[in-house]
């Protein structure tokens, strides 16, 4: 356990790093509202067409770019208009390279796009230097990238670290719902320790320095970087392209650079992002509702109102979320979370020839899986444990609602996910805030060590997703879905040590 207290201990110190945010303050640096129906020169320019995917129909033609009610336009269009060009699909994009570029602080946008399979929208930044950098050796940020008719938007980083070693931990994309159809703010916040995204307002995504940024795991402090804007058509993945929905265009409202101000506090947020802080009242008292039932086992509906939680469903989840979402002295906001699991199986399986936990770990790990909602623990009893101890452990999970089996093979449509195996890697990420995959899966542990944990918590995450856990209403999301979305919030929750909130009855 030493293991585990030592790296909570770290990682909540990372963590919190990254919610400093909220302190820091911003002053409006430079923007370009494009009202004035032409490119400022000093600023933006048409980028090239290369080889790379997302530029491989870029062209200069003023076909492709426009000024409407105030936005800047860059459509994606069947080229018959450009005898010159032989390619068949032209579009439009402009950056910000050797030009300008941002450093730390807020980049934000607010822009609308056209939905049309081979469409591929993106607001994203790179690194400005005078120096050649090899991508992705420098970073890149993706703001915002659209693909196919998918309800969200991706938000990502790229570096060395994801790119080529292919590491997961931490996880480098988040996947929000947006507003399809109309005008959304899609924005970044650039820190020496983090990399933090939102949508309309609300947090999505944090990027955090991770082990002091080892193996090139985090560049997004070395240099400031340049924003693109393109409106690609082809190379997102789709089958083929839907010519009958071009031509295509993503609308630019506004860029706005809100500068970091390191030197003093003085400066007040600007108001467009400012988040009033609900008030927290101590968790006093649950109520159950005997009466509202759910075909779902795992569904849930839960309203905290002035401290008192009513709980209908699933009790053991609800609590769970309840602990999710109080701070350390049990103070909570009012909330409502209408909830339920994407799949049914959501387990770890234990391979007892390489992973042999103590019996205070086995502990630790049935606490944190009922934390985050995992249902099913593969374990054939093996290790050195007095019998005495197997009952405990077995009676302690039955007690977080997690069911214990010896083998899942007879368990159909479900996977077994390694996640330090680079082919699986990439399912997992599919299934972020969308369908898991069939019944659901197994993650593999080998070990309960501190890359074990945070991968335990991603996983859980990725197949957990349902009810509202994310979901947006009159283009907002609630401060309980939006914490329930994403899994480095819950960090918060631990102490320096592995003392986990359980969800337990005594309050």
């Keep these: 356990m030493k293991r585990l207290s030592v790296f909570f201990f770290i990682l909540v110190g990372v963590m919190m790093s990254s919610y400093a945010q909220e302190h820091r303050r911003y002053a409006l640096k430079w923007h370009d509202e494009f009202?004035?129906?032409?490119?400022?020169?000093?600023v933006w320019s048409k980028p090239w067409r290369s080889q790379s995917n997302w530029a491989i129909h870029q062209s200069g033609n003023e076909a492709v770019y426009g000024f409407e009610d105030g936005d800047l336009v860059l459509w994606g269009k069947v080229n018959d208009f450009d005898a010159n060009d032989t390619a068949t699909i032209l579009t439009g994009g402009v950056w910000s390279r050797n030009r300008k570029a941002f450093g730390y602080g807020r980049v934000e946008v607010r822009a609308k796009f056209d939905v049309a399979q081979g469409f591929w929208p993106a607001i994203?930044?790179?690194?400005?230097?005078?120096?050649y950098i090899r991508w992705p050796h420098g970073g890149e940020i993706d703001i915002?990238?659209?693909?196919?008719?998918?309800?969200?938007?991706?938000?990502?980083?790229?570096?060395?670290?994801?790119?080529?070693?292919?590491?997961?931990?931490?996880?480098?994309?988040g996947f929000p719902?947006?507003?399809?159809?109309?005008?959304?703010?899609?924005?970044?916040?650039?820190?020496?320790?983090?990399?933090?995204?939102?949508?309309?307002?609300?947090?999505?995504?944090?990027?955090?320095?991770?082990?002091?940024?080892?193996?090139?795991?985090?560049?997004?402090?070395?240099y400031d970087y340049y924003l693109i804007l393109d409106a690609q058509v082809g190379c997102d993945g789709s089958p083929s392209i839907d010519m009958s929905k071009l031509p295509v265009a993503l609308r630019i409202d506004y860029v706005r650079y809100y500068e970091l101000d390191t030197k003093s506090d003085m400066i007040p947020e600007?108001?467009?992002?400012?988040?009033?802080?609900?008030?927290?009242?101590?968790?006093?008292?649950?109520?159950?509702?005997?009466?509202?039932?759910y075909e779902n086992p795992d569904e849930y509906h839960l309203v905290v109102k002035c401290g008192k939680a009513t709980i209908s469903g699933n009790r053991k989840w609800a609590k769970s979320t309840l602990m999710q979402l109080t701070d350390e002295n049990l103070r909570i906001a009012n909330l409502e979370v209408h909830d339920y699991a994407a799949c049914p199986y959501r387990g770890i399986t234990l391979d007892a020839q390489?992973?042999?936990l103590s019996a205070e770990e086995m502990t630790s790990l049935l606490d944190l899986m009922a934390l985050?909602?995992?249902?099913?623990?593969?374990?054939?009893?093996?290790?050195?444990f007095a019998a005495e101890e197997i009952d405990k452990l077995r009676e302690h999970a039955r007690d977080c609602g997690i069911t214990i089996v010896e083998d899942i093979s007879h368990i159909p449509?479900?996977?077994?996910?390694?996640?330090?195996?680079?082919?699986?890697?990439?399912?997992?990420?599919?299934?972020?805030?969308?369908?898991?995959?069939?019944?659901?899966?197994?993650?593999?542990?080998?070990?309960?060590?501190?890359?074990?944990?945070?991968?335990?918590?991603?996983?859980?995450?990725?197949y957990w997703r349902g009810g509202d856990a994310g979901a947006v209403e009159d283009g907002v999301v609630s401060p309980a879905a939006s914490s329930l979305a994403n899994f480095m919030e819950k960090v918060k929750i631990h102490s320096g040590d592995l003392n986990i909130k359980t969800a337990s009855d005594d309050f």
């Design 35 to 42: 009202d004035t129906g032409v490119l400022d020169p000093t």
């Design 124 to 131: 994203w930044m790179l690194p400005q230097s005078n120096k």
């Design 144 to 173: 915002m990238e659209h693909f196919r008719d998918y309800d969200y938007v991706n938000q990502t980083v790229h570096s060395n670290y994801t790119y080529h070693l292919k590491q997961r931990v931490p996880p480098h994309a």
């Design 177 to 222: 719902l947006y507003n399809e159809g109309d005008y959304n703010t899609y924005a970044v916040e650039r820190f020496p320790d983090s990399v933090v995204f939102s949508v309309n307002g609300q947090r999505t995504f944090c990027y955090p320095r991770y082990h002091e940024g080892d193996e090139g795991q985090f560049p997004f402090s070395n």
């Design 270 to 293: 600007p108001k467009d992002f400012q988040q009033p802080k609900a008030k927290k009242k101590k968790l006093r008292k649950i109520v159950y509702d005997q009466e509202t039932h």
């Design 354 to 356: 390489k992973c042999r």
């Design 372 to 384: 985050y909602k995992l249902n099913y623990l593969q374990w054939d009893g093996e290790g050195d």
């Design 413 to 462: 449509d479900v996977r077994l996910l390694n996640l330090r195996d680079d082919e699986q890697v990439s399912a997992m990420n599919q299934v972020f805030l969308n369908k898991a995959v069939g019944n659901g899966a197994f993650l593999y542990l080998d070990s309960f060590e501190a890359d074990d944990v945070v991968t335990l918590m991603a996983f859980a995450e990725r």
